[in-house]
Each structure stands twice: as C-alpha cells, then as structure tokens.
C-alpha cells in the first residue's frame, strides 16, 4: 500500500537523484560483428544534445551529457566553444570527459602501458588535453577507460607496464584543477584477453591511491567476472572514500552492455541500497556521478535510454524505502530472516505510483515513453538523420 511517508521518501530520493547519459549511446554503434543501422541515430554532436535533450524533458534525471573527447571534440580545445553553446541552446551540461586512448592504430599494444616511450607521450597528451578540455567546459571528471593489456602469456612484462600506468596516472594527477577528479575504471577482460593492466577493483584503488587524491574508482556494472559481489566493491570503495561513479549498464555473459536491470535488477537495488545505508548512517549524500554506459545495437536509442532512466529511478526509489533503523537494530542482534525480509521487502514494493505521484508534482509527463512515442520526434529525426545514416558514416561522428 502506498501511503504518504512511501510518497515523500520516493520524491526525495527522486529529486537528488541524477543520471548522465553517454553521448555514444545515442549514435550508431555495434559490435565487433556488424553495426545495424537506425535511421534515427544522432550523426552530430549537436543531434546527441538534442536527443539528451528529450531524454531530461521526459524523466527529469540526465541533465548532463557525457561526452567520448575523439568522437564528439575531434578537435579537442577549438571544438569548447561549440559544445558551450549546444549545452545552452539544449539546456544540458556537459558532464564527464572521456579521453579515447584505444581506437587509433599506435594504440595496438597499449595506450599507458605500452613498451614505447613516445606511444606513451601520445597518449598522457591525449589524456592531458581531456583534463585541460574538462577545465574549460567546467566539467569536474575525466574519466578515462584503458583498453591496454596483452593477449598472449610471456608477451608483456606486467610489473613494468603497472611502473608506466603509475607514472602516466600520476603525471595526468598533477595537472588536474582544485575540484576535478580522475576517475579509474576497471574491466577485467576484452579486448585483452589474456590480461588487462587494470583488471579489477584492487588495481584500480592501488593506481588511484597512487595518483593522487583527486583520484577515484568508477564502478562498470558490466566489468564484472559472473556472480562476482559488486556491492560489496561498492561498500568498500564508500568505505575507503574512493568511489567515484557508476557506468550503469547490465550483462549476462561479459560486457554486453545491456540495459540496466534487465538481467538482475535485484543487484543495482543492492547497490543502491548499500549507498543508502551509508549516506543513512554518515548524515551525508555521497558524492558519486552516476552515468549511464549503454550502447544499444538493436533497441532504438532514444527509448532504450528512456527505459534505462526509469528503471534506475524505480531501483533507486526502492533501496529509499528501506527502513535503516529498523535494519540496523535487526543487524546488530543477526535476526536474519527478518533483516532479509526488510530489505527484500523494500525491493519487491511497487514504487511506480509514487513515481507518478513525483513526477506529477514536478511537472514531468506520466508514461515518458509514451509522451516521447506520442511527440512525433523520432520520425522527425528519422526523416533528418536518415539520409546520412545511410551513407554509412554516422558511427561515431
Ligand atoms: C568500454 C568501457 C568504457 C567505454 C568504452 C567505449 O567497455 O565501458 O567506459 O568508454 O567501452
Ligand atoms: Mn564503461
Ligand atoms: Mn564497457
């Protein structure tokens, strides 16, 4: 039953509660297989805002945009200006800065961990420059993910590449502004696969550590071995004041980059909830950028990412629920039965009335997706874009 406490949690939860959107998630992107085509994707960086845009309007969460710096800045610095004036024109912020230290030829055996000295350079420039790209457009993160590792055993030397990623981190650590921070993700494998410098947690903690303090860990929900316990990294990295952000998204076999809670939406509400805890227990509000990392092949972009916002609010609204008091009295005396079913109890309510109930008060449509399905824009932006879709060079431009 909802009554008016359920009501007023959900709305608090709620109104703090944002989500960046990645700019790639809205282009034309595929696997290593084949990319399908979708007449609709964003070509542009300018299309990109614009379908962040909609996004925001309809859930009230994304008010900012991550953007990939070669992608979307292919000029790096002289490309702020521009990317100034589509934040106002669409009312969307920039948000985090994603340097892209994997794609281009000289990074085949690595971008900071690669043998070459000069191949090194390139890349801490590159880095660099997304730090000075970041200092421009007001952004606070830079979060850079390392495609560098080996496939094949005796081919690399681990300890020296881990001496470089030390080195470059550090180097990239001293010229980050009072108030931007460099967020380290971890994956454990692909495209290495025999090993990746930054595999897991552990490293990543071990590398931030050593860069500096302006360094944090971001959680890839979907850089995960199976059944591995990602709360847990979460409790910890809250714990040791190290955690920095979320790329959202779900996985069933490996980094598949699903839609966040289509596989297991009982471990994002177990994310979220042990956050809440925390925040529940420190009287603070944790500081941790959310983002979505999702790149749809086959779903339409814009709806995917819809349906990816609203169900990272039902989650969150639900981990709101859980009555911390109760939890705690019932951890401490280890009733476990009855403090399981006080959590399971908060994950199986149906918060989506009270989500109705937010989202009629602040003014936002009920049924997004229906509002979005209903306004007409993606067969508008499927005439525009449809052209240059086709020509096949829309990928990542
Ligand atoms: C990686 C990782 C990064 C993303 C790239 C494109 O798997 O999740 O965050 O920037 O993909
Ligand atoms: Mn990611
Ligand atoms: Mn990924």
Redesign the pocket.
Same mark, same amino acid.
């Given at each position: 039953m909802m009554n008016d406490i359920t009501v007023e949690k959900v709305c608090s939860a709620l109104d703090k509660f944002k989500i960046e959107l990645p700019s790639w998630g809205f282009a034309n992107t595929g696997t290593r297989f084949g990319k399908f085509i979708q007449a609709a994707a964003a070509t542009t960086i300018e299309e990109k805002f614009s379908d962040a845009s909609q996004v925001h309007s309809l859930t009230g969460s994304c008010p900012t945009l991550a953007l990939h710096v070669q992608w979307d800045l292919p000029n790096g610095l002289k490309n702020v200006s521009e990317v100034q004036a589509l934040s106002k024109q669409f009312a969307i912020r920039p948000g985090s800065i994603n340097p892209n230290i994997f794609q281009n030829q000289e990074y085949k055996f690595g971008s900071l961990g690669n043998p070459d000295p000069a191949i090194r350079r390139t890349a801490i420039r590159h880095v660099l420059d997304c730090v000075a790209i970041s200092d421009a457009l007001s952004c606070r993160d830079v979060s850079p993910?390392f495609a560098d590792g080996s496939n094949y055993p005796g081919t690399q030397n681990i300890r020296q590449r881990i001496q470089f990623f030390q080195d470059g981190l550090r180097e990239v650590h001293s010229a980050l502004k009072p108030g931007q921070r460099l967020l380290i993700e971890y994956?454990p494998f692909e495209p290495a696969f025999y090993h990746t410098d930054i595999a897991d947690w552990g490293m990543a903690v071990l590398l931030a550590k050593h860069a500096g303090p302006q360094s944090y860990v971001l959680v890839?929900t979907?850089?995960h071995y199976q059944s591995q316990n990602i709360e847990q990294i979460v409790a910890w990295l809250l714990h040791t004041k190290l955690m920095g952000g979320f790329?959202f998204?779900d996985r069933r076999y490996a $980094?598949d980059?699903l839609t966040l809670g289509s596989i297991d939406p009982y471990q994002i509400f177990r994310i979220f909830h042990e956050i809440r805890m925390f925040e529940w227990e420190t009287q603070s509000t944790a500081d941790i950028a959310y983002m979505v $990392?999702q790149s749809h092949n086959l779903k339409g972009k814009i709806e995917a990412m819809i349906q990816t916002v609203c169900t990272a609010q039902e989650l969150c609204a639900k981990a709101a629920l859980v009555d911390h008091e109760k939890l705690a009295k019932l951890q401490r005396d280890c009733s476990l039965v009855d403090a399981e079913e006080t959590l399971r109890g908060a994950f199986w309510q149906d918060v989506r009335p009270a989500i109705q109930e937010w989202r009629k008060t602040r003014g936002l449509p009920q049924d997004p997706m229906h509002a979005f399905r209903s306004s007409g824009y993606l067969e508008r932006i499927a005439k525009e874009r449809g052209d240059k879709n086709r020509g096949g060079l829309a990928s990542y431009a």
């Amino acid at each position: 039953m909802m009554n008016d406490i359920t009501v007023e949690k959900v709305c608090s939860a709620l109104d703090k509660f944002k989500i960046e959107l990645p700019s790639w998630g809205f282009a034309n992107t595929g696997t290593r297989f084949g990319k399908f085509i979708q007449a609709a994707a964003a070509t542009t960086i300018e299309e990109k805002f614009s379908d962040a845009s909609q996004v925001h309007s309809l859930t009230g969460s994304c008010p900012t945009l991550a953007l990939h710096v070669q992608w979307d800045l292919p000029n790096g610095l002289k490309n702020v200006s521009e990317v100034q004036a589509l934040s106002k024109q669409f009312a969307i912020r920039p948000g985090s800065i994603n340097p892209n230290i994997f794609q281009n030829q000289e990074y085949k055996f690595g971008s900071l961990g690669n043998p070459d000295p000069a191949i090194r350079r390139t890349a801490i420039r590159h880095v660099l420059d997304c730090v000075a790209i970041s200092d421009a457009l007001s952004c606070r993160d830079v979060s850079p993910w390392f495609a560098d590792g080996s496939n094949y055993p005796g081919t690399q030397n681990i300890r020296q590449r881990i001496q470089f990623f030390q080195d470059g981190l550090r180097e990239v650590h001293s010229a980050l502004k009072p108030g931007q921070r460099l967020l380290i993700e971890y994956k454990p494998f692909e495209p290495a696969f025999y090993h990746t410098d930054i595999a897991d947690w552990g490293m990543a903690v071990l590398l931030a550590k050593h860069a500096g303090p302006q360094s944090y860990v971001l959680v890839d929900t979907g850089h995960h071995y199976q059944s591995q316990n990602i709360e847990q990294i979460v409790a910890w990295l809250l714990h040791t004041k190290l955690m920095g952000g979320f790329h959202f998204n779900d996985r069933r076999y490996a $980094d598949d980059d699903l839609t966040l809670g289509s596989i297991d939406p009982y471990q994002i509400f177990r994310i979220f909830h042990e956050i809440r805890m925390f925040e529940w227990e420190t009287q603070s509000t944790a500081d941790i950028a959310y983002m979505v $990392d999702q790149s749809h092949n086959l779903k339409g972009k814009i709806e995917a990412m819809i349906q990816t916002v609203c169900t990272a609010q039902e989650l969150c609204a639900k981990a709101a629920l859980v009555d911390h008091e109760k939890l705690a009295k019932l951890q401490r005396d280890c009733s476990l039965v009855d403090a399981e079913e006080t959590l399971r109890g908060a994950f199986w309510q149906d918060v989506r009335p009270a989500i109705q109930e937010w989202r009629k008060t602040r003014g936002l449509p009920q049924d997004p997706m229906h509002a979005f399905r209903s306004s007409g824009y993606l067969e508008r932006i499927a005439k525009e874009r449809g052209d240059k879709n086709r020509g096949g060079l829309a990928s990542y431009a």
